[in-house]
């Protein structure tokens, strides 16, 4: 709240924006191929969901993760600098997505993922 992190996101001149934008459309992809891994191979096709039968979705979603938190960190430094872009990413990652996917089954997590991205591109300009 401090830090204005939503405010600043979304009209910061600061904040990178093409970077911003990248590291989102990482996130959708992400949110994407973890709904459909878990709700389609997952509970309409039966299909055992590990690493062994989906590499090749395993090590997607890594890399789109890693190109994801490294446009987050890029678009925010300009702002906040070394120190407090990683907190707040530190912040995000554990204090909210963690705990999501801790305490709520994945039908409910992918409703919030849609619902929130949906929202969050509609402030984003």
Partial sequence: ?????????????????QWF???????IAVSMIKAYMELYEGKIRKQKVQYQNY??????????????????HKSLWGLYGGMK???????????ILLQLCLFLPTSVQNGIAFIGLTFFL????
């Fill in 21 to 27: 934008k990248v590291g989102l459309a990482a996130s």
């Fill in 1 to 17: 709240h401090r830090m204005s992190v939503f405010h600043n996101i979304v009209k910061s001149p600061q904040v990178d924006h």
């Fill in 55 to 72: 590499r090749s979705c395993t090590h997607a979603v890594m890399l789109l993760i890693l190109l994801a938190s490294i446009a987050f």
């Fill in 85 to 95: 872009t990683m907190f707040i990413m530190f912040l995000f990652g554990f204090g």
């Fill in 122 to 125: 509609q402030q984003y300009q």
